[in-house]
């Protein structure tokens, strides 16, 4: 029998209805889970669907309704000590401040131990040897409030480590992190089983995360839905996305060409499967004599005028982006130096928004003083659909927080619509209203009764009489996907995707000029993601509103910005279309950012010695070309 | 910035005072508090300032940073020594109009005003020479025998590190959700107060859901890690007394001593 094993559990959550009745509602139904000590388990499941009321079975924070789970042959239902169980299966949570429990991180390694009743001398072992083990050793005398996500994460690990458990069960332990913290923090977990044999169970939706464990289950409706090795879970493309899920990139592309008579095998997961593929089956052709290796590493005013000189490279671009692509093609812009000329983006249409040299600097005219942002010039036009990337800290928030004057440069100028907004006498509550900000996890600024009165407070605060501002609100519900039914509902009995949304429409009802959106699909599931992208970029496309997206995922701002601006160290590194932002991956990196993975896929295979286009960056693209050179 | 908050007023250091066991601050300052309202006269004051200020020297602890505490008071204290100076009945030695100065308020003021800086300059040392943390764990363990009356020492000990560490994270959070707010058109600074309350409602409604999802979380978290309360539980840092604690608690002595002479002499 293995260290983990349910045998047909099921689980109901009581909920009462309003006129007292209890209701059953199944969360977990007869799943059957046999796990050996020492794999890696990844289970994959679209929010809701029971993941994590299941994982909570395995450390006895629920106990089973129906059927059972032992725990090391230990029955969860009959251990009168539950905390035993939890002793032997340790979980890591989502969110990284709210299972920290003390100011120091040391303090808080012990608290597991201390809890466990371990002698003092031992206490201090563990504490060091697990702070050791997660790399936060150095950070051991440190407050947690002064560490990143990434950071704060490993010290839970450390925490659950410290009380050496057989199991630890991640429940969505990257949601809330960036890139970089997100690959930490899964290191930790793969190094955790290979070095110390932990049995390891990862609750995701990142599909990329789940391409190292050893077996995948995919949960839906509380049921087992699909299970196997990443390889046999992604050959099946077309039912995880029937299970709101997602495949990575890599596998959506050769899935995709797969469909259209490309002979590439079953479920490749890596770029390097891609690339083998591509070699052994000679899907394309060797690129021409005169482009010779070396040409690879071609510079990047001789990369563009190369793509400006094949207009075909648009056509083979998807059809909303069409018209766009013509434009960029035909810039001669494109040639200089793009980190000496900031915006080659074509600046079609009036300037709604300015920055004229905004700085903005901490504790000013101190031995203290940081500058967050560094003498930064900015345009934005009349309807462009914008991304905005960097690393945690490289100053993007407080750039955007500019631009409805949440704050105040201290040097430099505002301009909207040719206004400086810091001038005497400006209303920038009506700024605010015009330059509409969503910030990150937006559904915790909901706070009234109903859907509908919570999204026309923005309005109601434009001076709309309470008829004029419902009428907005049903409007910007309508638009984010929110139908009728659900206006009287309570803001935070929705699901988190709904959340988020009806906290886009309270936005959105006012009807502002500008949206900027900060990590919109920060934590939500794929198919979450996608609604919200996708409904946003069709209202920009039907009413030409301009857009600012901030993000993390370079898949996104690739698919629907078609402007882009780094930036770094509080100044903008880049501001330039996506494909020719991402064409600069190396620097990119270097910057602590990374391009997206169809990049780096294209890349290598020109570096394989394949014609193929470099600056293709959505699965679209590739598709489109790659498909057009194997028909040649 | 918000996040220096966790720490409080404490001041890092290694010195004498922030190596003594916080049991031993803690009842120290109380000890110290009590013989301040014992000594009566001029030499009495004197040995306690002497007191006092060999302290803040052995607490490395800039000048500054100690009397920064009394900013806080200064209102309270001005307030208490006018009241005293002008209300006080006796032999008058100043008068203008409907003021009237004693020979009596001037002394009570000047008593008054001189223990109340003390006070707080002793509080305000304790807490720049002591993490947080560590005051909680005296707490607990100084007011252990409680248990008997049922006090949930532990459990209220627990609360309040607890506290320490959401409170910075909190207010971070009251200042997201107010910028939020204010993205969409809130209005936190002008009409009347009754419109002020009022507007108070879109923050603290979104707080409240968010801390109690947090006390949820963490919960749940706690339990995952184990805790079942105090019971069995060890510590990974112990209060211990040291030599240097006995030797603090011998000085105590002599503190009290001399004062509990000055007030049987009224010196």
Not at chain 1, 340 to 350: D, L, T
Not at chain 1, 363 to 391: C, M, N, R, W
Not at chain 2, 65 to 75: E, P, S, T
Not at chain 2, 81 to 101: D, E, H, T, Y
């Amino acid at each position: 029998m293995g260290i983990i094993r349910a045998l047909k559990l099921g689980y109901d959550y009581k909920r009462y209805t309003d006129d007292e009745q209890e209701l059953k509602v199944r969360a977990v139904d007869g799943v059957d889970l046999d796990v050996e000590a020492g794999e890696f388990i990844a289970i994959l499941g679209h929010n809701g669907s029971g993941k994590s009321t299941f994982a909570k079975h395995i450390n006895a924070l629920l106990l089973p309704s129906e059927g059972a789970m032992f725990i090391d042959g230990v029955d969860t239902s009959k251990e009168p000590e539950l905390w035993r169980i939890r002793q032997k299966a340790g979980m890591v949570f989502q969110n990284p401040d709210n299972q920290i429990i003390s100011t120091v991180v040391e303090d808080d390694v012990a608290f597991g131990p201390e809890n466990l009743g371990v002698p003092q001398d031992q206490i201090w072992a563990r504490m060091e040897e697990s702070l050791k083990k997660v790399g936060m050793y150095a950070y051991r005398e440190k407050s947690p409030n002064r560490l990143s996500g990434g950071q704060k994460q490993r010290v839970a690990i450390a925490g659950i480590v410290a009380m050496r458990p057989k199991i630890i069960i991640f429940d969505e332990p990257t949601a809330m992190l960036d890139p970089n913290g997100r690959k930490d923090v899964l290191a930790v977990a793969h190094e955790l089983c290979r070095t110390e044999k932990v049995t390891i169970i990862l609750i995701t939706h990142y599909m990329e995360e789940v391409i190292g464990a050893d077996r995948v289950f995919v949960m839906d409706g509380g049921r087992v839905a699909l299970s196997g090795t990443p390889r046999e879970v992604f050959s099946r493309v077309e039912e995880l996305k029937r299970l709101r899920l997602d495949v990575p990139d890599v596998t959506d592309l050769a899935y995709a060409l797969k469909k259209k008579g490309l002979p590439f095998p079953d479920g490749i997961l890596t770029r390097e499967e891609f690339r083998t593929a591509v070699r052994e089956n000679r899907i394309l052709p060797a690129r021409a004599e005169t482009e010779s290796p070396a040409a690879v590493r071609r510079t990047f005013a001789e990369r563009t005028t190369q793509r400006s000189a094949k207009p075909e490279f648009a056509e083979a671009s998807e059809p909303g982006t069409l018209d766009k692509s013509h434009e960029h093609t035909a810039e001669p812009v494109f040639a200089c130096d793009i980190s000496k000329n900031p915006s080659n983006v074509r600046q079609e249409g009036e300037t709604l928004l300015e920055l004229e040299n905004v700085t903005f600097a901490y504790s000013l005219g101190t031995a203290y003083e940081t500058k967050a942002l560094d003498d930064i010039s900015l345009k934005i036009p009349k309807g462009q659909f914008i991304g905005v990337i960097g690393h945690t800290g490289s100053g993007k928030s407080t750039l955007i927080q500019h631009f409805n004057g949440l704050m105040r440069p201290t040097a430099g100028r505002v301009l909207f619509e040719g206004k400086d907004i810091w001038e005497k006498g400006y209303d920038l509550r009506k700024l605010r209203t015009r330059v509409g900000m969503v910030f990150q996890f937006p559904e915790s600024q909901l706070f009234e009764t109903d859907v509908l009165t919570d999204c026309a407070f923005g309005p109601k605060n434009q001076g709309f009489s309470v008829e004029e501002a419902k009428e907005k609100a049903k409007a910007a519900l309508h638009i984010v996907g929110i139908g009728e039914e659900l206006y009287a509902a309570s803001p935070f009995e929705l699901s988190g995707g709904q959340k988020r949304r009806v906290a886009i429409a309270g936005i959105l009802a006012m009807e502002p000029d500008i949206l900027i959106l900060d990590e919109p699909t920060a934590g939500l599931d794929p198919k979450g993601r996608d609604e919200i992208l996708g409904r946003v970029r069709d209202f920009h496309n039907d009413h030409g509103i301009t857009i600012v997206l901030v993000s993390h995922s370079m898949e996104d701002v690739a698919a629907y910005a078609d402007r882009l601006v780094v930036v770094h160290e509080g100044k903008i590194a880049f501001d330039d279309t996506p494909a020719n932002v991402f064409s600069r991956y190396r620097e990119l990196e270097s910057m602590g950012l990374a391009a997206p993975q169809i990049t780096y896929l294209m890349n290598e295979l020109a570096e394989d010695g394949f014609a193929v286009d470099t600056s293709a960056d959505t699965v679209e693209k590739a598709e489109a070309d790659i498909l057009k050179r194997w028909h040649r | 910035m918000l996040q220096d908050i966790t720490l409080g007023q404490y001041y890092p250091g290694n010195s004498i005072l922030h190596r003594l066991d916080p049991r031993t601050k803690f009842l120290g300052t109380l000890i110290f508090i009590v013989g301040l309202f014992l000594v009566q006269g001029v030499i009495g004051y004197t040995f306690v300032t002497v007191v006092l200020l060999a302290l803040i020297f052995l607490s490395q602890v800039p000048w500054k940073i100690v009397l920064k505490g009394l900013r806080a008071v200064l209102f309270i204290l001005i307030l208490t020594m006018l009241f005293n100076i002008f209300l006080i009945p006796g032999k008058v030695i100043a008068q203008w109009w409907i003021f009237r100065i004693t020979e009596e308020g001037l002394y009570t003021a000047i008593r008054m005003g001189i223990r109340l800086v003390y006070l707080v300059t002793g509080s305000t040392l304790l807490t720049l020479t002591t993490i947080p943390t560590a005051m909680t764990d005296a707490m607990e363990s100084l007011f252990r025998p409680l248990k008997v009356f049922h006090v949930p020492v532990h459990e209220i000990a627990m609360m309040m590190s607890i506290a320490l560490r959401f409170i910075p994270i909190l207010m971070e959070e009251t200042e997201k959700i107010k910028k939020a707010q204010m993205a969409r058109g809130a209005d936190f600074e002008s009409g009347s107060f009754f419109r002020r309350i009022k507007s108070l409602v879109p923050l603290l409604v979104p707080l409240f859901v968010s801390a109690f999802q947090r006390a949820n979380d963490l919960a749940l978290a706690m339990e995952a890690r184990c805790y079942h309360g105090g019971e069995g539980r060890t510590r990974m840092k112990p209060l211990r007394y040291a030599k240097r604690d006995v030797i603090a608690y011998i000085l105590l002595a002599v503190f009290i001593g001399v004062c509990i002479l000055c007030l049987i002499f009224g010196l």
